[in-house]
């Protein structure tokens, strides 16, 4: 595996590299990503969670604590009848994984933060109620699998069009094959065969035409605008619905489940590997030298 498919794979854009990998690890805590909820025209609330953590709203520990945190809210508020997972960061829905958290990460702390991942990827895709992922930015990595958790994923197609995809053998780690299976099932098992063993990562309208993406919008406010009106004009019985979601949503978390202990050992063995630990130390190491150059 070389520097520039590392590179490529955690660095969307040129201009935030350096911040995106020297980030600091944060406090967890409710600013990092806050919920809110709104009342609908049908009944209920429309719950918002806001990812918050600048400047590409990396997943580390914290990160990924304050997300669990945020849906410790949303389980706990019982007239939910839609979930929203945004970004308030400038041009990112989420770049995926911190480098520095991965980098020379004994096992226990990997499977602490890969755990934790996988555990809220499960809440809220078993989440009994519609969700929709509103990006506006790259959702690159880790940030494409928790936009997969949702129903439904909703985009923004700006004049500098963002990424999307699932880019862990670009940067030496498999697809799991649950991950796999989900993205098999939104896309098609011809798509997915050309698409996740390359590491790629694609334009709005290139996933939209695959089914990655539901909708795409020319800005935040025509996206935001179309995710009220989809929510209010929703009038069905509660129960049946949550029931129905549940139904559908079964045989894919079992499966989850079984798959849970055997995919954690698979992607330690690849975070752990001389030629991987190699690979992001030499990205950081020279995205560290590239932020001290005067501009």
């Not at 806050?34 to 997943?59: C, E, R, S, W």
């Not at 011809?190 to 063993?197: G, K, V």
């Not at 996933?207 to 069905?236: P, Q, T, W």
Request: charged residues 20%; glycine residues 6%.
């Amino acid at each position: 595996m070389t520097l520039v498919l590392v590179r490529r794979a955690f660095v969307a854009c040129r201009s935030h590299a350096c911040d995106m990998l020297q980030q600091r690890p944060m406090s967890a805590g409710p600013r990092l990503a806050p919920v809110a909820f709104t009342a609908l025209d049908g009944g209920g609330q429309l719950a918002k969670i806001t990812m918050n953590y600048p400047p590409a709203n990396l997943f580390d520990g914290s990160s990924l604590q304050a997300l669990g945190a945020a849906m410790d809210t949303v389980e706990a508020t019982s007239d939910v009848r839609g979930l929203v997972l945004q970004s308030d960061v400038r041009g990112f829905f989420s770049a995926g994984f911190s480098l520095p958290a991965l980098y020379n990460v004994d096992r226990a702390g990997f499977e602490r933060l890969w755990v934790t991942g996988k555990h809220v990827f499960r809440r809220i895709h078993a989440l009994p109620v519609p969700s929709i992922a509103a990006i506006d930015g790259h959702a690159l990595g880790l940030g494409c699998v928790m936009a997969m958790a949702c129903q439904r994923r909703f985009m923004v197609a700006s004049e500098r069009p963002p990424l999307i995809g699932l880019n862990e053998v670009a940067v030496g780690m498999p697809v799991p094959e649950w991950l796999a299976t989900r993205f098999r099932d939104l896309t098609s098992t011809r798509d997915a065969e050309l698409i996740l063993p390359r590491g790629s990562s694609l334009s709005p309208t290139q996933a939209h035409k695959i089914g990655l993406v539901d909708s795409l919008y020319a800005s935040r406010s025509e996206m935001d605008d179309a995710i009220h009106s989809d929510f209010n004009a929703c009038r069905v019985s509660a129960r049946a619905q949550q029931e129905t979601i549940r139904g559908l949503r079964r045989q894919f978390l079992d499966y989850f489940d079984t798959c849970f202990d055997q995919d954690t050992e698979l992607f330690w063995q690849a975070i752990s590997s001389h030629e991987t630990q190699t690979a992001i130390g030499n990205a950081l190491a020279q995205l560290k030298a590239k932020s001290r150059k005067p501009n």
